[in-house]
């Protein structure tokens, strides 16, 4: 009989009451012989204050046994910010090696979107998740003097493009528009958009089927409002692509609906899946909270994990949630997510 | 007698035409009084085909005798990507040290916006324009192997920061809404981040009626397309200020009416002006440019020489334009120049 051991963080706000909403579809959608077993733990603000810790070597090793992870919202008003960001987020993105960010944007039927007319938009944007100016590289001089200098070193390698380019390359040829926009500023970083672009039509010429454009970041954003249509697949740099995918989301439907991968594809480390928003923490505990993005989220696990036929499952189901909200009255968290678990268990 | 002395850069594909009636325009409003003299310079892709050259010692200094600088539009596909933007437009900005890179972004009545609705835009960007990623910093080893590395390094520095942080304010003292915000990614460009933070609240103290607030890069493009309204100025770093001015020029009406000022506000160099759009070859010589976003850029020049009447005289003209502009023919370059300057001259 298969298995899913799955680590789950709830962590902030409304993390708490999604994650509860994702396992509720998960246990509903997954077949009677995968067994599922799930470990909490209590990352986030609360083990913070406590303790003072993120996330220690200890939690990366026990998080290692699992065959996935999935996370609710890290990050509250009473940490200062990016302490949790870099001292949990970003340091388990770079223990775990999770090199491919993954974020579709889907304009589901019945969600509104800030755009006018109907907008066609069905992309999905590679993020590279562990190089670019997300290093940690750089520092101060004379810090706090008028004569401070700050820097900020974006590290570029060959090995760290090349894999993330191939990733996204597969994803745009198992799409039907088979379709790979690269996006970055080749004109103004000469060095790392040299590097980019050379790998790019490097493993383009392996990919005869899949048609290729390169954007520059500033022109991607304005495609995004004006012709998202014109997107299929994306490979970006990774403050790039942090950028362009809260603009995607926006455009698709809102940060409410939109899930994200941190996907380590050789398997050496499990896989993060999480919603896009965050821990909202002024409608925390309240049940107002949208779990459809968490739920995406699952999807998002267990097509990683091979269960392709229940990610599409849950996706259907949350489009057909979604297109018959119109005009009727609002659901709590876990009216979306009883729901949700009724659509799939079907 | 007065007298405006501009350098004129008609440039490449429709640069010819908008340059065109935006002095049309300029002649129409000026006082008698006023001695307008222009001298015009052939920089962009024929020059540098024909000489290879884009921007000497010499035609800086020969720039350096003007009091302003009206740029139409520099770049053309015959040109390798980055080399005349390189070679001209940055080698420009910075041998005129135009720190404070302006653009003001403001739906105008009967303009057609991206976004649904009836969003409310009327902010300024304060884009740094000599520091961050765009110094040329940085470098690559073992070019095109499998072990390249290539670095981009962002310099920030107390003075330079400083310089645009008080600039920012100043113009949001002067708004009636006396909002700035600063946009940034504090949380993981951490030293960068610390140095603008650390400027923004020491300067903030200065101007105790300025409201300030700071949001991530990644957040303000959702808000730029959610809530357009909440900006009045935004003060921000060289590589963001060029994304989200690109996205704020699309939910404004596009860049057709985009205008921009590289401004150096000491006085110690010309400023420079310039549509945002660029020489879009594919309509150039067809009389088919909108030459609105070279006329507003116009009216940001006469503001900067203390010109504040006329700046205002070019604005409301655009502005009436653009509202009776709905279910009419459409009219060519000049016959939209000719009616703008019919307008200003009034
Ligand atoms: C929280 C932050 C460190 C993170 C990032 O910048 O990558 C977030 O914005 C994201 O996109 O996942
Ligand atoms: C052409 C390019 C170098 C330039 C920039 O990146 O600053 C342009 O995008 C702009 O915004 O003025």
């Known amino acids: 009989s298969r298995s899913l051991n799955l680590a789950v963080i709830p962590g902030d706000g409304i993390g708490q009451e999604v994650v509860a909403e994702g396992l509720k579809v998960l246990s509903a959608v997954?077949?009677?012989?995968?067994?599922?077993?799930?470990?909490?733990?209590?990352?986030?603000?609360k083990r913070y204050h406590a303790t003072g810790e993120t996330l220690t070597d200890a939690d990366l090793d026990a998080l290692k046994q699992h065959d996935a992870i999935l996370l609710?919202?890290?990050?509250?008003?009473?940490v200062p910010s990016g302490v949790l960001e870099r001292g949990?987020?970003?340091?388990?993105?770079?223990?775990?090696?999770?090199?491919?960010?993954?974020?579709?944007?889907?304009?589901?039927?019945?969600?509104?979107?800030?755009?006018?007319?109907?907008?066609?938009?069905?992309f999905v944007v590679v993020r590279e998740g562990t190089e670019g100016p997300y290093t940690g590289n750089g520092g101060t001089i004379r810090k706090g003097t008028e004569h401070e200098v700050a820097t900020e070193v974006s590290v570029n390698t060959a090995f760290g493009v090349e894999r993330v380019v191939r990733d996204a390359f597969a994803r745009a040829?198992?799409?039907?528009?088979?379709?790979?926009?690269?996006?970055?500023?080749?004109?103004?970083?000469?060095?790392?958009?040299?590097?980019?672009?050379?790998?790019?039509?490097?493993?383009?010429?392996?990919?005869?089927e899949v048609t290729t454009d390169y954007i520059h970041v500033d022109a991607a954003t304005i495609y995004l409002v004006?012709?998202?249509?014109?997107?299929?697949?994306?490979?970006?740099?990774?403050?790039?692509?942090?950028?362009?995918?809260?603009?995607?989301?926006?455009?698709?439907?809102?940060?409410?609906?939109a899930a994200s991968g941190n996907?380590?594809?050789?398997?050496?480390?499990?896989?993060?899946?999480?919603?896009?928003?965050?821990?909202?923490?002024?409608?925390?505990?309240?049940?107002?909270?949208?779990?459809?993005?968490?739920?995406?989220?699952?999807?998002?696990?267990l097509r990683h994990l091979g269960h392709d036929a229940e990610a599409a499952r849950?996706?259907?189901?949350?489009?057909?949630?979604?297109a018959e909200r119109t005009g009727k009255p609002a659901r709590s968290t876990s009216q979306i997510g009883d729901a949700l678990a009724a659509r799939v268990a079907g």
Chains 1, 2 share one sequence.
Not at 314 to 322: K, Q, T
């Open 263 to 301: 996907i380590n594809p050789t398997g050496a480390f499990p896989s993060m899946f999480e919603p896009v928003h965050g821990s909202a923490p002024d409608i925390a505990g309240q049940g107002k909270a949208d779990p459809s993005a968490t739920v995406l989220s699952v999807a998002l696990l």
């Open 72 to 78: 609710g919202a890290i990050g509250d008003p009473s």
């Open 226 to 257: 004006t012709q998202p249509e014109r997107f299929d697949v994306i490979v970006t740099d990774n403050l790039f692509g942090d950028i362009i995918t809260d603009l995607a989301a926006a455009v698709s439907g809102g940060i409410g609906v």
């Open 314 to 322: 849950i996706e259907d189901a949350v489009s057909a949630d979604l």
């Open 30 to 45: 997954l077949p009677q012989d995968v067994k599922l077993e799930t470990k909490e733990y209590d990352f986030g603000a």
């Open 88 to 122: 949990f987020l970003l340091k388990l993105r770079f223990a775990f090696d999770h090199h491919v960010n993954l974020r579709p944007s889907k304009l589901l039927p019945g969600v509104a979107t800030p755009l006018a007319g109907e907008p066609q938009i069905d």
């Open 173 to 208: 040829q198992a799409r039907p528009r088979k379709k790979l926009t690269l996006v970055h500023k080749n004109n103004v970083l000469t060095f790392a958009g040299h590097l980019w672009t050379n790998v790019f039509n490097k493993v383009a010429a392996e990919y005869p």
